[in-house]
């Protein structure tokens, strides 16, 4: 099982990003995704979730309105549009997968939740 999170980089504030987690080594349409980030000192925080299917999704607040979790099974890849990008959302950010049960990404995303993770890809927001 491999996810491999892309597409981070520099930016200003209100430009957008849009990640990628590419995925191999199982079926990611049995899999919940999450996105997780992570300052240096802070603990990892949940950001977004879809479920295998895609019929639910969480957003944190922080993040709400600005962010879109999306994915295409058949290309094996699930996607994270960062809209609106603030300096606090300057972050390494990860993507987690684990088998779809029921309840995953329905009001919250924790990072017990996931089961297998990819090394993450940092996003820089700049004032």
């Known amino acids: 099982v491999q996810l491999q999170a892309s597409g981070g980089g520099l930016v200003q504030a209100g430009e957008s990003v849009r990640l990628s987690c590419a995925t191999s080594g199982f079926t990611l349409e049995d899999y919940a995704i999450g996105w997780f980030r992570q300052v240096p000192g802070k603990e990892r925080e949940g950001v977004s979730c879809?479920?295998?299917?895609?019929?639910?999704?969480f957003y944190a607040a922080s993040v709400k309105g600005r962010f879109t979790i999306s994915r295409d099974n058949a290309r094996n890849t699930v996607f994270l549009q960062m809209n609106s990008l603030e300096p606090e959302d300057t972050a390494v950010y990860y993507c987690?997968?684990?088998?779809?049960?029921?309840?995953?990404?329905?009001?919250?995303?924790?990072?017990?939740?996931?089961?297998?993770w990819g090394k993450g890809t940092q996003v820089t927001v700049s004032s």
């Open positions: 987690a997968a684990t088998e779809q049960r029921i309840g995953m990404c329905v009001g919250t995303v924790a990072i017990g939740d996931m089961r297998y």
């Open positions: 879809i479920s295998s299917r895609g019929f639910s999704k």
